[in-house]
């Protein structure tokens, strides 16, 4: 390989570890960086609120750096952003849905001066001499992405996290076409990564925990506490269908819970009706957009028809 045209793919976290994702992909005097996360501290750390990557690495190369992409709204993949923009100022690239929790992460942190780009699954840009594809993924938390680096030596794919799930609850389907796609093409590099891929088997699909949600929610007499990452949208959605499919109102408890609740609701990738969440929390009735909502109205009408 020439010294011209040289290719590295430098981590800078999230390797071996749970958290502060944060990967380099240099060309020549090209970067590129995907996704900017933090983690949160061990047990030995005490007085520390959170982790972020060392990043210092991008700013000794800072006017080489065009993009930071990222796959999705985790905290351990967009957490850092708020410190990194501080010091780098470069665009974002991301979804709808991630660009929204990203906003309200910078606005909470006080930086004003980013420039946020909002692009879709199939979209692709170009950036300097690079590619890149954005590919459709499936996880916990909605608009996710892989991505498909092109570049004149090869195509670098990076999967983002992902779970093959068949049946996913918002019709987030990973776009396995495409990744055969790219490697029927040839793939000079993959980079992949799924929480317990070590561990055989399948996991089951998000809907199945739907089934179960509405089970507690049919027998349960009184309150129930329910409790779930923030960020799990799908669900935080299917405790959401189970309270209006039961005529039961939800209160949120927890800032990251009303913010993410808020910002969902509101970029139409949660869906819920009027009256049903308290006031703290969001309230858009965008629920119509939702195909399973007729059913459920007709359900709760035969309901109130039936003889007591
Ligand atoms: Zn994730």
């Known amino acids: 390989m020439s010294r011209t045209k040289k290719l590295q793919i430098i981590p800078l976290g999230g390797l071996g570890e749970i958290g502060k994702n944060m990967t380099v992909i240099r060309y020549n005097q090209e970067i590129l960086v995907i996704d900017a996360g933090l983690s949160f501290p061990d ?9 972020i990557p060392d990043y210092s690495y991008l700013l ?40 929204g929790i990203i906003k309200a992460r910078l606005e909470e942190a006080n930086v004003k001066k980013a420039t946020l780009i909002e692009i879709k699954a ?21 608009d996710s992405l892989g991505l498909a680096i092109h570049t004149p030596l090869g195509t670098i794919v990076h999967t983002g996290d992902f779970k093959l799930d068949h049946t996913p609850v918002s019709g987030d389907i990973l776009d396995i076409h495409k990744y055969s796609e790219l490697g029927y093409k040839g793939v000079l590099f993959l980079l992949s990564d799924s929480t317990n891929v070590e561990r055989p088997g399948f996991t089951k699909s998000e809907r199945t925990v739907g089934e179960n949600i509405d089970q507690v929610f049919f027998n ?17 959605q299917q405790a959401i269908t189970a309270a209006v499919k039961y005529d039961r109102k939800v209160a949120a408890a927890g800032r990251s819970i009303v913010n993410v609740i808020n910002i969902a609701a509101e970029l139409g ?17 965008c629920w119509s957009n939702m195909p399973s909502w007729r059913r459920i109205l007709e359900y709760r009408r035969k309901i109130s028809l039936s003889p007591k």
């Not at 047990?43 to 982790?51: A, K, P, Q, S, T």
């Not at 170009?126 to 499936?138: A, D, P, Q, R």
């Not at 819920?272 to 929390?281: A, H, I, Q």
């Open 122 to 142: 199939g979209d692709s840009i170009k950036l300097g001499t690079l590619k890149v594809e954005f590919i459709n993924g499936s996880h916990s938390i909605p």
């Open 269 to 285: 990738y949660l869906y819920t009706v009027p009256n049903t969440l308290f006031p703290s929390t969001a309230n858009t009735g």
């Open 60 to 99: 000794e190369n800072k006017e080489m750096v065009s993009a930071i992409l990222i796959t999705h709204g985790h905290e351990d993949h967009i957490g850092a952003l708020p410190y990194l923009l501080k010091d780098l100022n470069v665009p974002v690239y991301g979804t709808k849905l991630t660009i």
């Open 220 to 236: 349960a007499k009184g309150r129930i506490i329910f409790a779930t990452f923030a960020s799990n949208i799908h669900r935080l």
């Open 43 to 51: 047990e030995d750390m005490l007085g520390i609120d959170l982790v």
